[in-house]
Structure formats: structure tokens, C-alpha cells
């Protein structure tokens, strides 16, 4: 493994928050000092696309009056926070890490990122990911990859490589991505920091742009299960600009997460621990497992048997709606436009062929294909219906158990370059992670040992629908055993 690492754990939420509260600290020293580490780190590193400094210091100069004049302060009052690069925010550049997308500045704030900054959280900027979301390293970004903090030869994971490699570096306190088939969770793995995937609905999806409508979610990175628990109550609940959004109540999600796990079921799917687990990694998982049991867990073994089914079925299903949903890049309204155009087919034609990159490309040809004349029923439909059955299966296993326990990924992180002409083995990358975003089930990630190189090992925490609460608890556990 190189040598070189950039990785510096942040601050706690809660202690930054007390020290611009009690005037130990100011907001404006914070932002000025992580735009300080920013310029001297994200060179090696490639994290952020663009920088949002002038709104960051206006957002932290009404912290800092708010807290002079002893006003009631947000739960994210001063704290620095970036933004992946596929959620708008007003007045910034957002590209979805892809050349078609150069240039456009939204209008609008997706709500997401509104929460953030109704709750106090200073915005630093963009985060660089794969493009579309579209990826499982981060080397599909059109603006270049992303480096693990880790090993500078390394890749972060992705789609959310930014956001992970941000909080790694200690380039943002907490970070937003999204996750659509492992994008949250498998980077927090490979960058050894907590990871969130929440309930669909459970966070709206206004203002993310779409890869995979029925998949895709907005969730939190941290740097403790704590931090991560915090971002989520500040970013979840209903909104009536995503149909999809849930009413639920919102829990206390940070307060949850300090209850024990004493008597509690943890079941241990025979399924995520066959061929292709990385032996390094089992042994970390394993121990993690036993730590489990020390707390107080009582272990459970259990099969989900149409597991082997989830990578095809995640593969024709995401592939389909990216289809559909990038159909409006088009080089009409935003966005690159081809000067090579000599009339309306050209325009779109040349557009496309020029703005996109090959792996949004092989993904909106997959999908196009499965939802053609004659081949809908046989593989979309088809596809659908697998589906059902993972999500039924889910619910039957979490009948017997609160939490299911498994590996986030089958190994530590790889080299950059070492599966970007092998598709499918990157498309394997995603194995233990497809199964939860098809049944719409939530999941923490949480760091849970090392490889002998020194790489992080992540484990992954899935609990039932709407059962983030649970799952925090299970994290905050393995978190406390293996003194993160």
C-alpha cells in the first residue's frame, strides 16, 4: 500500500457546535479553516468540483449572530458539510459529475440541502462522483477520479467516492450523497466512515437528479455513527414536492442510537459469506459479529436464498429508469450542446454522443434494450417481479430478527484502474449491497476493523422499513467495540 494518506477523523457535531455556542469558536473560523484544508488536500484528492465560499461565509456569518445575541441555534449551527454533485443548490454548479450537465447553475435548492441550511450547517461546496451516479469507484466522474484518503492508489468507492473521501480527510465534517444500488454505503466501507442508507421516503427526492427513480435515496456520511444519526433527523420527513416522501413521524435518531442492544436478535444471512468474500474481510466482519455478542446480542443465523438473484435483477431495473430518466439531456433547455449540429437530430444525437461518458452510455443502451418491443415482459417485468420477492423475503427474515448483519462490500478497497475494463466485476462490487436498495429497506455502514494493509473494512447494519432507529443502535455498538 502507498505510503501516503491523507486521512484525518473530523471533530464530533456535537463538540464544534458547543464551542460556536459558547463562543469558543466562531462558524467563520470553521469554514475558514476547512476551505484552508481544502485548497492544500483536494489537489491529491479531486473531492470537490466546486466551491461555494462566499454563501458558506454568509451562512456562518448568521450562525455567528445568532449566537452573539444568544438566539436559539440550529442542531447543525456552524458545522461544515459538502454536498454531492448530483443535488441542486442554488446558485451552484451542479454536473452530476458528466460534461452534459457543464454549466448549469439550479435555481433551487433541493430539500435536502434547504434542511441542511435551516438547521444552521455551512455549506462548503460540491463533491465530485461518478457520473449520473452511474459507478462503484468514482472513476467515472467526466472531471476525474476521486483518491481514497487512505491510499492515494486506491479508489474511494462510488458513486459517492467525494462525499466518503471528504469526511475521511476531514475535508467536511459530514457530507451528503446518494445511494441507489450500494452508492452510500460501499464508499463509507472502502473509506472507513459511517455511511446511511435511509428507508425509501424516508428523505425526499426533490431537487436529486435522477438516475433510478424507484432506488435512488439521499442519505448522510459522518464520521461516527452519532454525527451520521444527527444529518438524517435534520434531512428527513414528508415534503410535498415528492410524492414518494413518507409522512412518518421522524425519530430522534441521534438519541436512539445510545440505547443498548442487550436480548436483541441479529441475524446472520448464510448467503453474504460464500465464494468471493475476501478472507480479510470475513475475519473482520466475524469479529464484529462477536463483539455483537459480548454486547448482549443473540446471534441468529438465517438465508435469504434470492440473494443470488439481486445483481441481475438490480442491473435491468436501475438500467431501465436511467433509460427513461436521461432521456431529457438533450441539449435543448441546459447543459452541453453540440457546435457539430446541423439540425434537431444531429443536435440531440451529438449532444448525448459528446456529454456522456461510456458507462452512462452502456447503462442507457441495457435499459433502452430491456424495456424495447418484445423484450419488456421477458426482462424489465420479469425483473419487477424478482424484485417483490427479495422485498418479501426481507420482511419475513425481519419477522425473527431487529437487525441482519452482513459485509458491505466482498473486499477493502481496489487499485484505481484495476476493473474499469471488466464491467461485471464492478458491477459485483455491489453484491451485498443491491439487495436492500430493491426491497426499500434502510442500512448504516459502519467502520469495523482493517485489513493487514491497513484498509478499511466496513459492516453493514440493515434494518426493517423505517427501522433506522434500530440499526443506528446495532452501529453505534460495533462502533463502541471497535473504539472508533
Same mark, same amino acid.
Given at each position: ?69 444568544? &438566539? ?43 434542511? @441542511? ?6 455549506? %462548503? ?25 487512505? &491510499? ?18 476531514? @475535508? ?6 446518494? &445511494? ?7 464508499? #463509507?466501507?472502502?473509506?472507513?466512515? $459511517? ?7 424516508? /428523505? ?22 452519532? &454525527?451520521?444519526?444527527?444529518?438524517? !433527523? ?15 413521524? $421522524?425519530?430522534?435518531?441521534?438519541? !436512539?442510537?445510545?440505547?443498548? $442492544? ?7 444471512? !448464510? ?8 478472507? !480479510? ?10 463483539? %455483537? ?9 438465517? =438465508? ?11 442491473? @435491468? /431495473?436501475?438500467?431501465?429508469?436511467? =433509460? ?19 439540425? %434537431? ?14 458507462? /452512462? ?33 426481507? /420482511? ?8 441482519? $448483519? ?48 491497513? @484498509? ?5 447494519? %440493515? ?5 433506522? #432507529? *434500530?440499526?443506528?443502535?446495532? #452501529? ?6 471497535? *473504539?472508533?
Amino acid at each position: 500500500m502507498s505510503t501516503e494518506t491523507l486521512v484525518e477523523k473530523p471533530a464530533k457535531i456535537s463538540s464544534l457546535r458547543e464551542g460556536v455556542a459558547s463562543g469558543a469558536t466562531t462558524a467563520t473560523e470553521l469554514a475558514q479553516h476547512y476551505y484552508a484544508r481544502i485548497e492544500a488536500h483536494n489537489p491529491a484528492l479531486n473531492v470537490y468540483l466546486a466551491l461555494s465560499q462566499e454563501q458558506a461565509l454568509e451562512q456562518a456569518g448568521a450562525v455567528d449572530l445568532a449566537a452573539a445575541k444568544g &438566539d436559539p441555534l440550529g442542531p447543525l449551527a456552524g458545522i461544515p458539510v459538502g454536498v454531492k454533485d448530483v443535488l441542486t443548490m442554488q446558485g451552484v454548479a451542479a454536473t452530476a459529475g458528466s460534461r452534459i450537465l457543464e454549466g448549469y447553475e439550479p435555481p433551487y435548492d433541493a430539500t435536502s440541502v434547504a434542511r @441542511l441550511k435551516a438547521a444552521g450547517a455551512v455549506i %462548503l461546496g460540491k463533491i465530485n462522483c461518478d457520473e449520473f451516479a452511474m459507478g462503484s469507484s468514482n472513476e467515472n466522474s467526466a472531471y476525474g477520479p476521486v483518491r481514497n484518503p487512505h &491510499d492515494l492508489e486506491r479508489v474511494p468507492g462510488g458513486s459517492s467516492g467525494g462525499s466518503a473521501a471528504a469526511v475521511a480527510a476531514n @475535508l467536511a465534517v459530514a457530507t451528503l450523497g446518494t &445511494d441507489t444500488g450500494g452508492s452510500i454505503r460501499q464508499p #463509507a466501507s472502502f473509506c472507513g466512515v $459511517v455511511g446511511v442508507l435511509p428507508t425509501y421516503g424516508r /428523505v425526499s427526492r426533490f431537487g436529486l437528479i435522477a438516475f433510478a427513480s424507484s432506488l435512488d435515496r439521499v442519505g448522510p456520511f459522518a464520521g461516527n455513527v452519532r &454525527d451520521a444519526a444527527t444529518l438524517l !433527523e435534520v434531512i428527513s420527513g414528508a415534503d410535498e414536492r415528492d410524492a414518494t416522501s413518507s409522512r412518518r413521524p $421522524v425519530p430522534a435518531f441521534a438519541a !436512539e442510537s445510545d440505547k443498548g $442492544v442487550r436480548g436483541l436478535h441479529i441475524g446472520i444471512p !448464510e448467503e453474504y459469506f460464500g465464494a468471493g468474500l475476501d478472507p !480479510e474481510v470475513r475475519e473482520a466482519i466475524e469479529d464484529g459479529i462477536a463483539a %455483537l455478542e459480548t454486547a448482549g446480542c443473540i446471534i441468529k443465523r438465517i =438465508s435469504l436464498k434470492h440473494t443470488r438473484y439481486a445483481i441481475p435483477t438490480y442491473y @435491468l /431495473v436501475a438500467t431501465a429508469e436511467a =433509460s427513461a430518466n436521461l432521456a431529457r439531456f438533450d441539449g435543448v433547455r441546459y447543459g452541453h450542446r453540440s457546435a457539430q449540429a446541423t439540425n %434537431l437530430s444531429s443536435m440531440y444525437k451529438l449532444s448525448r454522443e459528446e456529454g456522456f461518458g461510456a458507462e /452512462v452510455k452502456r447503462r442507457i443502451l441495457l435499459g433502452t434494450y430491456a424495456l424495447s418491443a418484445g423484450y419488456y415482459d421477458a426482462y424489465y417485468k420479469k425483473a419487477q417481479q424478482v424484485r417483490r420477492l427479495l422485498a418479501e423475503e426481507f /420482511v419475513g427474515a425481519f419477522a425473527g430478527v431487529d437487525a441482519i $448483519v452482513t459485509p458491505t462490500a466482498p473486499t477493502a478497497a481496489f487499485k484505481l484502474g484495476e476493473k474499469t475494463d471488466d464491467p461485471l466485476a464492478m458491477y459485483l462490487a455491489d453484491i451485498y449491497t443491491v439487495t436492500a436498495s430493491l426491497a426499500g429497506i434502510c442500512g448504516v455502514t459502519v467502520p469495523c476493523g482493517t485489513t493487514k494493509a491497513g @484498509l478499511p473494512v466496513g459492516m453493514q447494519v %440493515l434494518g426493517p422499513h423505517f427501522g433506522e #432507529a *434500530m440499526a443506528f443502535r446495532v #452501529a453505534r455498538a460495533v462502533e463502541r467495540a471497535q *473504539m472508533y
